[in-house]
């Protein structure tokens, strides 16, 4: 399907970053609505390039759109859903930028239709910042995007969903929405608590006025993600319970091994950190090739 007009509810960083890697891609040519609920929002979206138009109004800005794209908190995509579902275009493609899949494409079953077609999606890419000002229109380039469409939905509303992708430079990844967050769980949500307990961690303790003192590059890296975005973070964990609290029994049992084979002074411990050196170098050979 053709997609000449697109809308984009959200401006955060993530809806922010797609919107100025669309209208700074010289292919994509469609015309891009924001939904956006702060007239001051919408006066530096506009100053940004990242958008055609701006709307306050729900049913205004999904109106005539061939592709909507919620770029909302997962918290409120099925509030969202609900409320623009009867102002969508016939053949109109709905999908989402959410972290979590199982809960939202069971909301888009229930609640988009039966004019329209909803294609989940997540991309794999973003930053410690939030909100527009955050935005990066670069940021996609090079990543996977994952397209969780479910069974049966028609192919063209799939290929739509491909497009926008490639508009923005990411690469697709079709994936059922269990496989998705089972995964997403253990590589994108469980790194984000771990940096956020780490924090709580180091910043409880006892003699954190000179452990902050101490902390350097290697603290700063590994917290990097508690910067973001805690609203975002909560409506991820509130979403995709089961598989994170998987991850997390996963972890503690692995820094189990590891706190048995430090207390023990073993050998062990010499081959746990040979093993995870080893597959983290073979990983960012596949993942980023040179």
Same mark, same amino acid.
């Given at each position: 399907?053709?997609?000449?007009?697109?809308? +984009?509810?959200?401006?955060?960083?993530?809806?922010?970053?797609?919107?100025? @890697?669309?209208?700074?891609?010289?292919?994509?040519?469609?015309?891009? /609505?924001?939904?956006?609920?702060?007239?001051?929002?919408?006066?530096?979206?506009?100053?940004?390039?990242?958008?055609?138009?701006?709307?306050?109004?729900?049913?205004?800005?999904?109106?005539?759109?061939?592709?909507?794209?919620?770029?909302?908190?997962?918290?409120?995509?099925?509030? #969202?859903?609900?409320?623009?579902?009867?102002?969508?275009?016939? $053949?109109?493609?709905?999908?989402?930028?959410?972290? /979590? =899949?199982?809960?939202?494409?069971?909301? $888009?079953?229930?609640? +988009?239709?039966?004019? @329209? +077609?909803? #294609? $989940?999606?997540?991309?794999?890419?973003?930053?410690?910042?939030?909100?527009?000002?955050?935005?990066?229109?670069?940021?996609?380039?090079? /990543?996977?995007?994952?397209?969780?469409?479910?069974? $049966?939905?028609?192919?063209?509303?799939?290929?739509?969903?491909?497009?926008?992708?490639?508009?923005?430079?990411?690469?697709?990844?079709?994936?059922?929405?269990?496989?998705?967050?089972?995964?997403?769980?253990?590589?994108?949500?469980?790194?984000?608590?771990?940096?956020?307990?780490?924090?709580?961690?180091?910043? /409880?303790?006892?003699?954190?006025?000179?452990?902050?003192?101490?902390?350097?590059?290697?603290?700063?890296?590994?917290?990097?993600?508690?910067?973001?975005?805690?609203?975002?973070?909560?409506?991820?964990?509130?979403?995709? =319970?089961?598989?994170?609290?998987?991850?997390?029994?996963?972890? +503690?049992?692995?820094?189990?091994?590891?706190?048995?084979?430090?207390?023990?002074?073993?050998?062990?411990?010499?081959?746990?950190?040979?093993?995870?050196?080893?597959?983290?170098?073979?990983?960012?050979?596949?993942?980023?090739?040179?």
């Amino acid at each position: 399907m053709a997609i000449t007009r697109m809308t +984009i509810i959200g401006l955060g960083n993530i809806g922010g970053s797609m919107a100025l @890697a669309v209208r700074n891609n010289p292919a994509a040519d469609v015309d891009v /609505t924001a939904y956006v609920r702060r007239a001051d929002a919408g006066r530096e979206a506009l100053r940004l390039g990242a958008a055609d138009r701006i709307s306050d109004d729900l049913a205004d800005a999904v109106r005539g759109a061939d592709l909507v794209v919620l770029a909302t908190p997962v918290s409120a995509m099925q509030t #969202v859903m609900r409320l623009i579902n009867p102002h969508l275009a016939t $053949g109109a493609v709905v999908t989402d930028v959410g972290s /979590t =899949k199982v809960d939202v494409n069971a909301w $888009g079953r229930e609640l +988009i239709g039966p004019q @329209a +077609i909803f #294609v $989940g999606g997540h991309p794999m890419a973003g930053s410690a910042g939030s909100g527009l000002a955050g935005a990066n229109g670069d940021v996609f380039r090079e /990543t996977v995007y994952c397209v969780a469409a479910e069974p $049966g939905t028609p192919e063209p509303a799939i290929d739509a969903v491909r497009q926008l992708v490639r508009w923005i430079g990411a690469a697709p990844l079709l994936l059922s929405a269990q496989q998705h967050d089972d995964c997403v769980a253990q590589v994108s949500h469980l790194p984000m608590l771990v940096a956020s307990a780490l924090v709580t961690a180091a910043a /409880t303790h006892p003699d954190w006025d000179t452990m902050s003192r101490l902390a350097a590059l290697g603290f700063r890296e590994m917290t990097r993600s508690a910067a973001g975005s805690s609203e975002v973070r909560r409506s991820v964990c509130s979403t995709n =319970k089961a598989a994170i609290a998987a991850s997390i029994d996963r972890f +503690i049992d692995t820094l189990q091994q590891y706190r048995q084979h430090i207390l023990r002074d073993d050998e062990q411990l010499l081959g746990l950190f040979q093993d995870a050196r080893a597959a983290r170098r073979d990983w960012v050979a596949r993942r980023y090739p040179r």
